[in-house]
């Protein structure tokens, strides 16, 4: 007994011929994908309990976000036009203002939103700022792996410690009281270990634990503290290397790549590294001999700066995803909004339109990604065998008519709002954009409750205010 059977679908499959089946049919059993072909084939071997007509959809893997922070979702856009207000209020909230409650409503919401926009796995930094991670104790790494494992997605949730020097100062919340604790590096490695055991491999798998570093420059960049600095990146590699995790780090740039490899011994296949603006060609040979993954984020503020060398890491043999970067400030889950930035960002460097073809990113958000997150032989694309993670997009909308070509209408034209059905491990957890898995009124009420008593604990209702030059100017003052 096949327990779904879509069909009558186009089937994107992604597989290593990068097969494309009209009036296709993907059969599901036991949350692992047990055929993919004709519809007509398909539906004469397999007596579906439940069967989902694709007429006018495409099916195709879910979509992968291979960086995203946990926190942000709550943040959004406070302070984010003025000067540092935006960064200054992620290490305010992460340390002190925000409660267990918090980091639970914002983990449903943003797990909510990937739902919503074919994400079927993410990557989550519990935290971000100025590397500021929220490993004080494993309570706030445990809400949030319990909360995403309710929605139904699959989650990376990347910890690791802040940035020395220590001790930082973090609160615990009971209530309306807080409780100021001095927290040293020892403190959040060993707050990381107690997540490792308590949350990787949770939910059936869909929940892993990865491990995060600050980047670092050289040791006597770092003010003194380069000892301090090696000892951290040591201990984070060898719990990596113990417990056969992935390491990752946020905000390569400017020889940061180099420094990683000569100094600290950090690249290899385990890796993968987010941003990555301004790399040297040696450094996209490190990452192609160490077989170092890079994640480029098209839509952030450090592609505004300077600009990944997507292009040339992936000719150069370079396993290269993208990543949201979200959810603040100004960006959100939307993958298809992604892969569009991508493809301009970069053909605007080159003045070249023939760069980043629609196929690419495409594998960049599903098989490529996969491979990033070590997961290639079980997600990213619809094959037998593999899990059951398919999404469908209702193609009968006018911004993707006529209804041809859709290998160029869903990365140029599509939006997450457009994915009308999501499917993990076999499950249904949204059809006809319902959600299956939570209440979405409670989780949309539950982040903006714990919305307001961020803002009341941390003082920041400033933020919210409509900064002086937002209208009638071409840019905000100095």
Aim: glycine share 10%; with cysteine; hydrophobic share 40%.
């Amino acid at each position: 007994m096949t327990d779904i059977l879509i069909i009558n679908a186009t089937i994107i499959t992604m597989d290593p011929d990068r097969r494309v089946i009209d009036h296709g049919a993907v059969a599901i059993a036991d949350g692992r994908i047990a055929e993919v072909g004709p519809s007509d084939e398909l539906a004469a071997r397999h007596d579906a309990a439940r069967v989902i007509d694709g007429h006018d959809m495409v099916a195709m893997p879910g979509l992968i976000d291979c960086h995203g922070h946990a926190g942000h979702g709550l943040i959004k856009t406070m302070g984010s036009s003025t000067g540092n207000a935006w960064t200054e209020a992620c290490e305010t909230v992460y340390t002190v203002a925000s409660s267990v409650d918090f980091w639970r409503a914002e983990a449903r919401l943003a797990a909510l939103e990937r739902l919503k926009c074919g994400v079927t796995c993410g990557v989550s930094l519990l935290g971000g700022g100025n590397d500021i991670m929220r490993t004080d104790e494993p309570a706030y790494g445990e809400a949030h792996c319990r909360a995403v494992a309710e929605v139904g997605i699959r989650s990376f949730l990347a910890v690791g410690p802040c940035r020395p020097p220590f001790p930082r100062t973090f609160a615990r919340w009971e209530g309306d009281r807080a409780e100021s604790l001095s927290i040293t590096q020892a403190d959040q490695l060993a707050s990381c270990e107690a997540l490792i055991h308590s949350c990787h491999g949770m939910a059936d798998g869909r929940i892993s634990i990865a491990l995060n570093l600050p980047v670092y420059g050289r040791p006597a960049d770092e003010d003194g503290s380069g000892e301090a600095i090696k000892a951290q990146s040591d201990a984070v590699l060898a719990m990596a290397r113990e417990h056969g995790l992935k390491l990752t780090q946020d905000g390569h740039r400017n020889g940061s790549i180099a420094i990683a490899h000569d100094v600290y011994g950090l690249l290899g296949p385990d890796v993968f590294l987010s941003h990555c603006n301004n790399l040297s060609d040696r450094e996209i040979d490190l990452c192609r001999e160490t077989d170092t993954k890079i994640v480029h984020n098209p839509s952030a503020i450090a592609s505004v700066m300077a600009r990944c060398p997507a292009p040339e890491l992936i000719e150069a043999g370079v396993t290269v995803a993208i990543g949201s970067d979200g959810t603040a400030p100004d960006r959100g889950a939307d993958m298809f909004r992604h892969m569009f930035q991508c493809m301009h960002h970069q053909r605007s460097h080159f003045h070249d339109a023939n760069v980043m073809p629609a196929g690419k990113v495409m594998e960049m958000v599903t098989i490529d990604a996969a491979k990033v997150l070590g997961q290639g032989d079980r997600i990213g694309s619809l094959e037998a065998g593999k899990a059951a993670d398919v999404i469908l997009i209702d193609m009968a909308k006018p911004h993707l008519y006529p209804p041809n070509m859709p290998l160029y209408r869903i990365p140029n034209y599509a939006n997450g709002a457009d994915v009308d059905t999501v499917i993990v491990d076999g499950k249904v957890l949204m059809a006809g954009r319902a959600v299956a898995t939570v209440d979405e009124a409670e989780v949309l009420d539950d982040a903006r409750r714990e919305t307001e008593l961020m803002i009341e604990r941390s003082g920041l209702q400033s933020l919210l205010e409509t900064p002086d030059g937002f209208w009638g100017r071409a840019r905000f003052p100095d």
